[in-house]
């Protein structure tokens, strides 16, 4: 956050609407929700309920603005699309308006990346990779949810019909006392460690959880922040918006044309990786070894 540096968070805000839906109360003895929120929007649990429910289209972007009251805002706007189909396969393409972006596949046992305008490289899929890329692509509503939880009211709001299906409704406000920043920042460290800073000035939002599945159907959440860090403040706001469509109907993820991953022969790093310093090559080590042999000379 020092420097006007802006924290890219992948997030996204939906471009069509969950048409259809409609405010119901909750009845007695109904079933209770697969999740609560703050489960549903875990990544990993994401990545578990877009596969339960048969596939989907997750959809949505972000816009984060950051500056200091002295200085014009930095601003950037992420769109992320995420497809997942019933095999488990995955696709998602994001990009942002700062002309960044990339596209990744994951069909069977192959994993394909391309920075945007650069070629599809394929390789074979090893875990954690393929994971970790799905949870950064899905990591947006925790993200968001994670910086505002501290200061912030969450409470249910009944529950919804969304195609037919129940959806538990949850309202996101400003609690008491949130204009103070978190305590010291405590579990935030690094590049993070500026999250334990921040102060929540106004916060707004709405999000739907399936109650079978405990996928995240939208949300919609609006919230302006001040940083209480070293140095001077620094005010920025937060906009995110997402809507999950096609369920249980997204076309199966196909292979995309890709390159292989060549890998190139790199003996002398390998050497000492291996070694670990355990021999050296003979040219670097004789000097040392001279030095320690050499006779010291005594003092009178």
């Not at 308006?97 to 069977?108: F, P, Q, S, T």
């Not at 390789?123 to 950064?136: D, F, I, N, Q, T």
Request: glycine share 10%.
């Amino acid at each position: 956050m020092k420097g006007n540096n802006v924290v890219a968070l992948v997030l996204w805000a939906s471009l069509v609407s969950a048409g259809g839906c409609h405010r119901r109360t909750v009845e007695p003895g109904a079933s209770r929700p697969a999740a609560a929120l703050g489960e549903a929007v875990q990544p990993a649990f994401m990545a578990h309920a877009l596969r339960q429910v048969g596939g989907a289209h997750f959809h949505g972007v972000t816009r984060l603005s950051v500056g200091r009251a002295a200085a014009a805002p930095i601003s950037v706007a992420t769109t992320t699309d995420v497809w997942v189909d019933r095999a488990g396969n995955y696709r998602f393409h994001e990009e942002n308006d700062r002309d960044g972006g990339r596209e990744v596949v994951l069909y069977g046992r192959e994993l394909s990346v391309a920075l945007r305008y650069g070629k599809m490289i394929r390789r074979v899929a090893e875990e954690p990779e393929p994971s970790r890329l799905l949870a950064e692509a899905l990591g947006g509503p925790a993200a968001a949810l994670e910086l505002v939880t501290p200061q912030a009211r969450i409470t249910p709001a009944g529950t919804e019909s969304v195609g037919g299906a129940n959806a538990t409704a949850y309202s996101i406000e400003l609690g008491e006392g949130a204009a103070r920043a978190s305590a010291g920042g405590a579990g935030f460290w690094g590049l993070r460690a500026w999250r334990g800073t921040v102060s929540i000035e106004t916060v707004t939002g709405r999000m739907l959880v399936d109650d079978a599945s405990g996928a995240l159907v939208r949300a919609d959440l609006t919230a302006t922040f001040k940083t209480t860090g070293q140095g001077p403040a620094e005010q920025g706001s937060l906009e995110v918006h997402t809507v999950l469509s096609e369920v249980a109907s997204t076309p199966p993820v196909e292979a995309p044309v890709a390159e292989e991953l060549v890998l190139r022969q790199r003996t002398l790093p390998e050497m000492h990786e291996l070694l670990r310093g355990i021999a050296e090559p003979r040219t670097a080590a004789e000097p040392q070894r001279r030095a320690a042999a050499a006779p010291r000379e005594a003092r009178p």
